[in-house]
């Protein structure tokens, strides 16, 4: 499998790091505007290869035809969130980027699977699927993932079980109205307040745990600049699903056309995720208030596509 990388930065070389030196992929591509610090952080990951038992892949340091029929393509390259910037202000800036980028990609590797986590993350992804021929199962943004591990996090020294035990997501939109559908979260098969009530833990402060989880990402940019490890721990999940084709369900930014009653937005909500990206998108019934929440989002998400 060939993944090509385009964007070195903080995410782009921990994702390549996650991909050297634990996955099965046998070819690298890393393009960066900055064409010598890809370089360098590409010869740096070759002389891991010596003391690693991952499968050795080739590295390559390229442009753009280097990634010529890549089977995965994720994208990270864009401006940086400034100190006191939002998300959403790098709409404008980040949209005429990856108009161009998408261009690009698609012209060497018009079957691969893409991934974006430039951000705002499901806006960029929807200005690409506007720029490109690429479907929607195969153009896809790693949505609320980081922040559904953000959240699994947080439950899990409430409920103190490992995260990978827990089942629940954060949805809508990885952003200020990302929201926790409770009605869809599991600790040992039980509602999480069941779950606590009968294992003597006191009940979860759920609006406490959601304001933790959205603002677990910006207490780490704070005090060092960028988010890396956990967003490319993230996107090394889609990419082992896919790989795998494990078929498992991850939250991710889709494009609904008519799901949840949402027309042509991208939005993240539960997808089954393998071989050519996004399986399917799954259904799930909101209670009326996660509805509303829901609704919150697809507001916040159309207010901005407006501004790209
Ligand atoms: N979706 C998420 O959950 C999530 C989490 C963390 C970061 N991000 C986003 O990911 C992006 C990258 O973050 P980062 O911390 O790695 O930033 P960074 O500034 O460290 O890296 C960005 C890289 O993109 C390159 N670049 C810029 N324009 C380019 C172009 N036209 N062509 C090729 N390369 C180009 C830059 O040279 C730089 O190396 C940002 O938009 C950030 O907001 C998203």
């Not at 027309?263 to 993240?268: E, F, H, I, K, N």
């Amino acid at each position: 499998m060939k993944v090509s990388v385009i964007g070195m930065g903080a995410v782009g070389t921990e994702i390549v790091g996650l991909l050297v030196h634990m996955s099965e992929v046998t070819e690298i591509v890393a393009v960066d505007k900055l064409r010598e610090r890809a370089e360098a952080e590409i010869w740096d990951f070759s002389h891991t290869t010596p003391f690693t038992y991952a499968k050795n892949p080739r590295l390559v340091v390229g442009e753009y035809a280097e990634t010529a029929d890549s089977d995965i393509v994720v994208i990270t390259a864009g401006a940086q969130l400034q100190q006191g910037q939002t998300r959403d202000d790098l709409v404008r800036v980040n949209s005429r980027i990856l108009q161009d980028i998408i261009g690009r990609v698609e012209r060497h590797s018009p079957g691969a699977v893409v991934i974006n986590v430039t951000n705002p993350v499901d806006v960029m992804t929807q200005v690409m699927l506007r720029a490109s021929s690429y479907p929607r199962e195969r153009l896809l943004s790693a949505g609320t993932l980081i922040d559904t591990a953000r959240f699994l996090r947080i439950l899990a020294e409430h409920v103190k079980i490992d995260p990978k035990n827990l089942y629940g997501y954060m949805l809508g939109d990885h952003g200020a109205t990302g929201f926790i559908p409770w009605s869809l979260c599991r600790v040992c098969g039980a509602e999480v307040d069941t779950f606590c009530r009968l294992n003597g833990l006191p009940p979860v402060d759920r609006e406490d745990i959601r304001r933790r989880t959205l603002e677990a990402g910006f207490r780490i940019f704070e005090r060092k600049g960028n988010t890396n490890h956990g967003i490319a721990a993230s996107v090394f999940r889609i990419i082992r699903a896919i790989e795998c084709n494990e078929q498992s369900i991850l939250p991710l930014g889709v494009l609904l056309q008519g799901e949840y009653g949402v027309a042509d937005l991208v939005m993240s909500v539960p997808c089954v995720v393998g071989r050519g990206g996004v399986q399917r998108i799954l259904h799930h019934e909101f209670t009326p208030e996660e509805d509303t929440q829901f609704r919150a989002s697809e507001q916040h998400l159309r207010h901005l596509l407006a501004l790209a």
